[in-house]
């Protein structure tokens, strides 16, 4: 069993930086995979970013490359999400999700999530 707890969203203007943290707590965290998300009303949850198990393989969704960087610090069992230049359409509820079967960017596969952190982009 893993839990997960985001924090650090907020109101933003476009064009500003948030620092997403996601703090797992139970055994084996540095055994998962862990993923970025994000879901604005009305539409599908959709993937942002993964990084591999011992940080050393990620992955982005296309709309964040160059933008967002994720990172992970086993010793403290915390992911993070740093999105700079921020734009309106990145605002969403973010959730960060750890992934036993590595499969990184299929929401449907990830086996534990965390509440989300709601983060808007002012234009």
């Known amino acids: 069993q893993v839990q997960l707890v985001e924090s650090g969203g907020g109101l933003v203007q476009a064009g500003g930086s948030l620092r997403l943290s996601c703090a797992a707590s139970g055994r084996a965290f540095s055994s998962y995979a862990m993923g970025w998300f994000r879901q604005a009303p009305g539409k599908e949850r959709e993937f942002v970013a993964a990084?591999?198990?011992?940080?050393?393989?990620?992955y982005y969704a296309d709309s964040v490359k160059g933008r967002f960087t994720i990172s992970r610090d086993n010793a403290k069992n915390t992911v993070y999400l740093q999105m700079n230049s921020l734009k309106p359409e990145d605002t969403a509820v973010y959730y960060c999700?750890?992934?036993?079967?590595?499969?990184?960017?299929?929401?449907?596969?990830?086996?534990?999530w965390g509440q989300g952190t709601q983060v808007t982009v002012s234009s």
């Open positions: 990084i591999s198990w011992g940080g050393g393989s990620t």
């Open positions: 999700g750890a992934d036993r079967r590595r499969t990184y960017r299929d929401f449907r596969e990830y086996d534990y």
